[in-house]
């Protein structure tokens, strides 16, 4: 056993030894010199590196819908339960027809607010991945203050506002309506 360990602590030793100081007999190193072949550049065509730049975006933009699609169709439930939320909301607000009804539908909902982002939440922890999110803000917004008001407006007679609230709701509720649809035909990834 000692023989093998004095002779691998030499064989570490001459190969140390051997490393600060070069050999007399070895042969001269080759080194790699560049070629004049690999430091020619290449001709750029760069209408062919826009098209192909713009392939690639369009590729990656549907990439990320087709995820998206994906996401929200298997949470799908849980969008219909959001969505029926602020349906019955502004359904509330639309049947009211005293000061009264309207603050009782305005509390009703402020009141459902806090579940209302714990579902959202629920379907998107980090806020990434569902197509909907910023018009369930919207809504949110919508029913919490502003849709309130114009049907107090429309009650004093002034239905302009309520007009502008309705179009803006219906807006967000198409665009999300649409989106789940597209989401309910997505395949598997």
Same mark, same amino acid.
């Given at each position: ?12 030793l ?7 100081? *070069?050999?007399?007999?070895?042969? *001269?190193?080759?080194?790699?010199? *560049? ?8 001709p750029?065509?760069?209408? %062919?590196?826009? $098209? @192909?730049? @713009?392939?690639?975006?369009?590729? $990656?933009?549907?990439?990320e819908r ?14 219909? @339960? ?10 509330r ?7 009264? =009804? ?17 579902r959202?939440?629920?379907i ?8 909907? +999110?910023?018009?369930?803000t919207?809504?949110?917004? $919508?029913?919490?203050?502003?849709? =309130?008001? @114009?049907?107090?407006?429309a +009650?004093?007679?002034?239905g302009?506002? +309520? ?10 509720? %198409? ?15």
């Open positions: 056993m000692k023989t093998w360990l004095s002779f691998g602590t030499g064989l570490v001459a190969a140390c030894m051997g490393c600060k100081s *070069p050999s007399t007999n070895s042969k *001269p190193s080759i080194k790699a010199s *560049p070629s004049r072949s690999s430091t020619a550049k290449l750029e065509d760069a209408a %062919a590196g826009q $098209l @192909a730049l @713009a392939q690639w975006t369009e590729h $990656l933009r549907e990439e087709a995820r998206q699609a994906n996401y929200d169709r298997r949470r799908l439930p849980e969008h219909l @339960a959001v969505l029926e939320l602020f349906e019955q909301a502004r359904d607000y639309d049947r009211a027809v005293t000061k009264a =009804a309207v603050g009782r539908a305005l509390a009703q909902f402020r009141s459902a607010v806090p579940r209302l982002r714990a959202i939440q629920k998107d922890r980090f806020g990434r991945s569902s197509r909907v +999110l910023d018009d369930y919207a809504l949110t917004e $919508l029913f919490s203050a502003a849709y =309130a008001s @114009a049907r107090l407006a +009650l004093r007679g002034d302009g506002a +309520l007009e502008q609230a309705r179009s803006e709701a219906s807006s967000h509720f %198409a665009k999300i309506h649409e989106w789940l649809e597209v989401a309910a035909r997505a395949e598997d990834e």
